[in-house]
T-cell receptor
Framework: KAGVTQTPRYLIKTRGQQVTLSCSPI?????VSWYQQTPGQGLQFLFE???????NKGNFPGRFSGRQFSNSRSEMNVSTLELGDSALYLC?????????????FGPGTRLTVL | GEDVEQSLFLSVREGDSSVINCTYT??????LYWYKQEPGAGLQLLTY?????DMKQDQRLTVLLNKKDKHLSLRIADTQTGDSAIYFC??????????????FGTGTRLKVLA
């Protein structure tokens, strides 16, 4: 079974631009969660999508948005990039239906904002 | 509130035991997890413990949970250089909508000295 894939792996953008990151979950998984990882802050939860609907949301500004397609692939968009958006963005997929749901993480997309 | 805290660094000698500690604030956690992140990779689930358990052992890994003090620890016996990584503690919480979300700690960077 293929793991979680994220594209691109690395991205360099400038302030004010927008960016779209993609995540393909493990086949059969319906839940995709997005996290921002920065040194000293750990993983901050952005949002979770389940069956094309946003099910949970973290405390990030509206510049961060996402969506999920019918094949469970998910995209995350950040508009009007700021220097502080530089981070590793991780996505995780899971079955999404039970209390215990192991999250399987992708390798991440490292975004650098100049 | 929802907060998970860990110390940032730990250094041990090869062959010694490592103990990584974590404190959390939300007593309604259902499961608590330990993840490992190696350089350039996503997070890999190492082990988890249900919130009504005190201890779980899995080969070289021992998880201890003190629910009264909201303290979780991960002990790695006979630590090897391949154990050098960042270790994240996480808890899953039930939301008001009946779903579950994960709260991650800041991560502890374990360095194993040969």
């Amino acid at each position: 079974k293929a793991g979680v894939t994220q594209t691109p792996r690395y991205l360099i953008k400038t302030r004010g631009q927008q960016v779209t990151l993609s995540c393909s979950p493990i086949s059969g998984h319906r839940s995709v969660s997005w996290y921002q990882q920065t040194p000293g802050q750990g993983l901050q939860f952005l949002f979770e999508y389940f069956s094309e609907t946003q099910r949970n949301k973290g405390n990030f500004p509206g510049r961060f948005s996402g969506r999920q397609f019918s094949n469970s692939r998910s995209e995350m968009n950040v508009s009007t990039l700021e220097l502080g958006d530089s981070a590793l963005y991780l996505c995780a997929s899971s079955g999404g239906t039970y209390t215990y749901n192991e999250q399987f993480f992708g390798p991440g997309t490292r975004l650098t904002v100049l | 509130g929802e907060d998970v805290e860990q110390s940032l660094f730990l250094s041990v000698r090869e062959g010694d035991s490592s103990v990584i500690n974590c404190t959390y604030t939300d007593s309604s956690s259902t499961y608590l997890y330990w993840y490992k992140q190696e350089p350039g990779a996503g997070l890999q689930l190492l082990t988890y413990i249900f919130s009504n358990m005190d201890m779980k052992q899995d080969q070289r890994l021992t998880v201890l949970l003190n629910k009264k003090d909201k303290h979780l620890s991960l002990r790695i016996a006979d630590t090897q250089t391949g154990d050098s990584a960042i270790y994240f503690c996480a808890e899953s919480l039930r939301t008001t909508s009946g779903t579950y979300k994960y709260i991650f700690g800041t991560g502890t960077r374990l360095k194993v000295l040969a």
